[in-house]
């Protein structure tokens, strides 16, 4: 493998749509050995071939931010046709559903899915956010997740993702019922959870989608 | 199973790593630098950056120094300390924290608290509420930048600053802290009972019992100061934090 072509794989576009901790995530890319671009305008997305969307904060902010910055069509486009390997981080999993109960804005529809707030009853003792370190269960063959349980990650929601195809469910964690924790379906990714606020588990993650 | 957090509490004192006894007595423990590296490598829960002189001072967050330490953190992390306004939360959260921590600027203005949820969501903002028994043994409200308290009812404050979009709650006991004989628990059974968001309890905590014992009262993470820096009777410092394992049997039911 020649250098530019390993600099090129190496390369993690970080998207900045005025949403999201961008400093947290290139930290830990360099951390792990990769190396990050914030994508500010559209002209920084060329020649990157996976994109982080960060992302925190309500549903329609983040889709409004998509849409002030003409990033949706572009997106689209660069998702369709697969040139691209995406992941979402948080809101950022949301924003790649079809709608979600907090917003009245349509989201990219890249998944088969919606965005539900939690509700539990009061006996369920669950507070809203479900916030802190929870394990997840890995469910299916995963490119971002080894088979072995118990890896924990950082969890701060109110809102979780219903697949309507669970067959692109990669692994879920337990917060009174199976919440959904990560997504998978071709070349796009999204995690509920921070991994680059959870520590080697979070690093672990970033390394595999820097080689995938 | 979704764990309690056991959170490193770091109070900052002119860049300094400090500790008190009832919020007086600051004692240098180190260099914060150092500590959150040491807590990297025990792969901490989360931390807590509180600058204990930011509001006294009246002037805001040191962001040089808080920009060092994030860097170093790949864990979350959450700063108070002399936030007046939603830019300065905003700064701090482009710099890696995130969440902001708020009282002094809270007790006359409620419109801050809506405003950074508003945009930056809920779980982003943290009130915090330090509680000091009077001579009554009733407790009140107590601002920590001023040492005054505060004339409003604590348990009505508590609900207030919830309704107003505050998305975690630390609450502080100024007469157990840093004294290392345990929580208030009654203090915690009441505030977990009165709102919805997850509670962080704090002052008094001298042994994993104590922590324990706080979860089992409603509290959804726990604080802690003195019982990670100090070792032995001489207070000696000694930077610790309690093996994963340790924490997984301590919280099994």
Known sequence: MGIQQKNIIKMIGVLNYGLGNINSISNIIKHVGGESRIISKHDDIEGIKKLIIPGVGSFDHGMQGLHDGKWVELLNEMVNSESIKVLGICLGMQLMCKSSEEGKLSGLGWIDAKVEKFSFQNHDNKKIPHMGWNTIDVVKKSNLFSPEQNKRFYFVHSYHVVCNDKKDISTTTDYGFNVTASFENKNVYGVQFHPEKSHRFGKELFKKFISI | MLKTRVIPSLLIKN?????????????????????????????VDELMLLDILASKQNRGPNFDLIKQISSECFMPLSYGGGIKNSDQAKKLFEIGIEKVSLQTAVFNNFNIIEDIASKFGHQSVVISIDIKKNWLGKYELYCASNGKKIKKDWKQYLQDVVSAGAGEILLNSVDNDGTMNGLDLDLINIATSLVNVPIIVAGGVGSLKDIKLAELNGASAVAVGSYFVFHGPHKAVLITYPEYKDLEQLFKN
């Open chain 2, 15 to 43: 860049e300094g790593l400090v500790k008190t006894v009832k919020f007086t007595n600051s004692k240098y423990v180190g260099d914060p630098i150092n500590a959150i590296k040491i807590f990297n490598d025990k792969e």
